[in-house]
């Protein structure tokens, strides 16, 4: 079983995810993210940050959500520990449902080109490329997504089995 939690990117778990999540980028990507993530954003009351962690309570992934406009989320340092199969889906999944309670109808993401690995896991999950936006304008290396958030849907608990 996955636990997603909320919680603050400068627990001790999430700095130490944060930080194998940017080591992980620069293998991948050569640049570690670190230039595009401000923790200072996260202080909105529309932004999120939620850690996943394992059955025996130890941190296995992070991921938050940051406002862009009054209806568009941003998806932002989404990482899970490779052995944590299931993860990420369970990451996502639960930030989509909280970016719909807090009142998003879409959101976006950016990621490299050449990390495959992330874009076929957002295509994978309906996740539809897009212009760049924002400060990725202009950047080759960069690919952005969007999904548009089905009011439909209910919200995923905060428990994934």
């Known amino acids: 079983m996955i636990l997603i939690e909320k919680s603050s990117p400068d627990t001790p778990e999430s700095l130490y995810l944060i930080e194998m999540l940017s080591a992980t980028l ?60 299931g993860t990420g889906t369970a990451l996502l999944r639960y930030l989509e449902g909280e970016a719909k309670s807090l009142g998003y109808n879409e959101i976006r993401l950016e990621t490299r080109k050449v990390n495959t690995h992330a874009v076929a896991f957002y295509v994978k999950h309906n996740y539809k490329r897009i212009a760049n936006y924002g400060t990725y304008v202009g950047k080759d290396e960069a690919v952005c997504f969007s999904k548009h958030l089905s009011l439909k849907e209910k919200s995923i608990s905060a428990a994934v089995e």
Do not use: H, Q
Request: some cysteine; aromatic content about 4%.
């Open 26 to 85: 620069a293998e991948i990507t050569g640049d570690s993210g670190k230039n595009n993530f401000n923790v200072d954003t996260m202080k909105s009351d529309r932004a999120l940050w939620v850690v996943a962690k394992d059955e025996n309570g130890e941190a296995i992934g992070c991921g938050a959500i940051r406002p862009i406009s009054e209806d568009i989320a941003e998806l932002k340092r989404m990482f899970s520990v490779n052995k944590a199969s």
